[in-house]
Nanobody, 118 residues
């Protein structure tokens, strides 16, 4: 059974930083693209950033320069470093990964709350 488990969310003051982590575990042969999404109350989930297995990254235009995605393939882990946080970054952040098991599928983590106070 495959699982994605996020950690690192919490409460931070505006201007502060947080680092989210997401570990993939279970039976799979390969992890392709990993990504972070976020969801505001009453809104659809939106992509924050993604990273391929080769390390190519892509960001939402509005977040370039403040957020950095990285991964450690040996640890099956993806990270999201968030700097200069703003109250409008408050959301639930979800990890997503494309994993190869007996088929290539899409998995989501359970989400981690990030709250930025003024």
């Amino acid at each position: 059974q495959v699982q994605l488990v996020e950690s690192g969310g919490g409460l931070v003051q505006a201007g502060g930083s947080l680092r989210l982590s997401c570990v993939a575990s279970g039976s799979f042969s390969r992890i392709n693209t990993m990504a972070w999404y976020r969801q505001f109350p009453g809104k659809q989930r939106e992509r924050v950033a993604s990273i391929t297995s080769a390390g190519s990254t892509n960001y939402a235009d509005s977040l370039k320069g403040r957020f950095t995605i990285s991964r450690d393939n040996a640890k099956n882990t993806v990270y999201l470093q968030m700097n200069s946080l703003k109250p409008e970054d408050t959301a639930v952040y979800y990890c997503h990964a494309e994993l190869v098991t007996s088929y290539t599928g899409s998995w989501w983590g359970q989400g981690t709350q990030v709250t930025v106070s003024t």
